[in-house]
T-cell receptor, first 113, second 114 residues
Framework: KAGVTQTPRYLIKTRGQQVTLSCSPI?????VSWYQQTPGQGLQFLFE???????NKGNFPGRFSGRQFSNSRSEMNVSTLELGDSALYLC????????????FGQGTRLTVV | GQQVMQIPQYQHVQEGEDFTTYCNSS?????IQWYKQRPGGHPVFLIQ???SGEVKKQKRLTFQFGEAKKNSSLHITATQTTDVGTYFC??????????????WGLGTSLAVNP
């Protein structure tokens, strides 16, 4: 079974630009969560989608948004990029039933210059 | 808000020494999960603990879930260089309507001197 696929793996953007990251979950998984990871800050939860609906949201500004499609694929968008948005963005998929774990993709490394 | 505190933040050991990381939640959890992230990699699921007082072992790793389901620990016996990485706990809160939330600790980074 294929794992979680995130594209692109690396991205360099300029301040003020916007970016869209993509995540394809494991086949059959309907829940997709997004995390921002920076050194020393652990995994900062952005949002979780299940069946195209946002179920949970973290404490990030409105510049961060996401969506999920009917095939469970998800995209995350960051508008008006700031230098502080440079981070590893991780996507995790799960079955979203009790007692199931999250499967992470390899992440997208975003650098804002 | 709900928090999971994980200590220590960093641990440096000699190969062969033991290592323990602790997670403490401000609220009672439904269950707790542990993940390992190797340097340059992504978090990989290790185990889930569900029952109060549960203890599970995976070779040299021992996981415990407290009686009150508010704290947990991961203990590694006789560390090896392959144990290097960051260990995260994620407290899971579940409630009616198939709702679920993961509350992540900040992780403990383990370095092992050969």
């Amino acid at each position: 079974k294929a794992g979680v696929t995130q594209t692109p793996r690396y991205l360099i953007k300029t301040r003020g630009q916007q970016v869209t990251l993509s995540c394809s979950p494991i086949s059959g998984h309907r829940s997709v969560s997004w995390y921002q990871q920076t050194p020393g800050q652990g995994l900062q939860f952005l949002f979780e989608y299940f069946s195209e609906t946002q179920r949970n949201k973290g404490n990030f500004p409105g510049r961060f948004s996401g969506r999920q499609f009917s095939n469970s694929r998800s995209e995350m968008n960051v508008s008006t990029l700031e230098l502080g948005d440079s981070a590893l963005y991780l996507c995790a998929s799960s079955l979203y039933v009790r007692n199931t774990e999250a499967f992470f993709g390899q992440g997208t490394r975003l650098t804002v210059v | 808000g709900q928090q999971v505190m994980q200590i220590p933040q960093y641990q440096h050991v000699q190969e062969g020494e033991d290592f323990t990381t602790y997670c403490n939640s401000s609220t009672t959890l439904s269950n707790i999960q542990w993940y390992k992230q190797r340097p340059g990699g992504h978090p990989v699921f290790l185990i889930q603990l569900v029952k109060s007082g549960e203890v599970k072992k995976q070779k040299r790793l021992t996981f415990q879930f407290g009686e009150a389901k508010k704290n947990s620990s991961l203990h590694i016996t006789a560390t090896q260089t392959t144990d290097v990485g960051t260990y995260f706990c994620a407290g899971v809160k579940e409630w009616a309507g198939n709702n679920r939330k993961l509350i992540w600790g900040l992780g403990t980074s383990l370095a092992v001197n050969p």
